[in-house]
């Protein structure tokens, strides 16, 4: 009877912790699916040839809003930490990401962002030490396959600045998310605190390329500053608030698949809002890159090989 009981103990306990990594995963996916937005907002509401003041106006008044809510700012070696953190996650990539989304159809950019989970998963062997993984490689490989199948059409402009720009912002997001990882989180931030210390690096680091790069910024209407008010209020504080947190609690190449969503909700939204027509290839793409997103938060199937169980069979005879 004692045995029974711990017995469901344990697995209501497992259910529970799983439920939990679940819900987890949710709201992380919730950040790159708000990303999938930017494509959107850069064309159709920005002022054009300012990609890197859209990416200072996504980090910096979210970095700001976010210390002045949490009023913690870092200590010791987490300036330093902070600082690197923020210039890849934060400043390079965006500044990167909306060069390449100026410069490219956003279904070529998307499918540049979506190979850094397979950056992700050769720096967590480097950087983490974890053991290489096959079986996240080649779902990650899929993903990248569906991506394509979906956003790439067969006139598709190909610019090699805007080419380099889009894999260069998926290796900055990739050694970004491995370091954090890596150093985790300080017991006394929050992921609020977390992710203001990161856009507030960010975006500093982005003012002064910005001026040089773009020299003053443009005018602003009505319709420019709601694209703006999306891209750092929902595409910057609330989601990398969600991004980090999830970052520091799940596996990293979990978290790293979930970026497979932002080009898949960019694909939605430019059929929806832009009469992008989805046939039967993009749709057997978007299943494959669904089917990747989901393998990647499974672990890796085990198999016990028979010249383990034979001896076993042999002893008990």
């Known amino acids: 009877m004692k045995s029974s009981a ?4 344990s697995g209501g306990a497992d259910s529970g912790a799983r439920y939990g990594e679940l819900s987890r995963i949710a709201l992380t996916a919730l950040a790159p699916a708000s990303w999938g937005t930017t494509y959107v907002v850069i064309t159709e509401l920005l002022p054009h040839g300012h990609p890197l003041f859209a990416a200072v106006m996504r980090a910096l008044p979210a970095g700001l809003i976010a210390l002045a809510i949490t009023r913690t700012l870092p200590r010791g ?3 330093g930490k902070a600082a690197v953190l ?38 967590a062997v480097a950087v983490l030490h974890e053991r290489p993984s096959a079986w996240r490689l080649a779902w990650g490989v899929s993903g990248v396959v569906g991506v394509g199948l979906v956003v790439i ?11 380099v720009a ?17 150093w985790g989180r300080p017991a006394e931030a929050s992921p609020t605190t ?24 443009p005018a602003i209407g009505p319709t420019a500053a709601l694209g703006y008010l999306w891209l750092g209020l929902v595409g910057g504080l609330i989601a990398y608030v969600l991004w980090f947190r999830g970052v520091t609690t799940l596996p990293v190449t979990s978290v790293a698949v979930l970026v497979l969503l932002s080009p898949l ?23 494959l890159s669904l089917a990747a997103i989901v393998a990647g ?20 005879q």
């Open 86 to 123: 923020g210039v890849l996650n934060i400043g390079l990539l965006n500044a990167l990401l909306f060069i390449a989304a100026e410069r490219l159809p956003g279904g070529v950019a998307a499918t540049l962002s979506a190979v850094q989970p397979l950056i992700v998963a050769l720096l």
């Open 153 to 163: 059409g067969p006139n598709a402009a190909l610019d090699l600045a805007g080419i």
């Open 166 to 182: 889009g894999l260069a912002s998926a290796a900055s997001m990739a050694l970004g998310l491995t370091l954090t990882k890596r």
């Open 6 to 9: 711990a017995q469901g103990v």
């Open 77 to 79: 070696t987490w300036w």
């Open 265 to 287: 909700v960019a694909a939605v939204l430019g059929a929806l809002l832009l009469g992008q027509t989805l046939g039967p290839i993009q749709l057997a793409g978007f299943g």
């Open 194 to 217: 977390f992710a203001g210390w990161q856009l507030a690096a960010g975006g500093l680091f982005l003012v002064p390329v910005t001026f040089v790069v773009e020299g003053p910024p």
């Open 297 to 316: 938060q499974l672990p890796a199937p085990t198999r016990t090989p028979d010249s383990v169980s034979a001896p076993t069979l042999e002893r008990t």
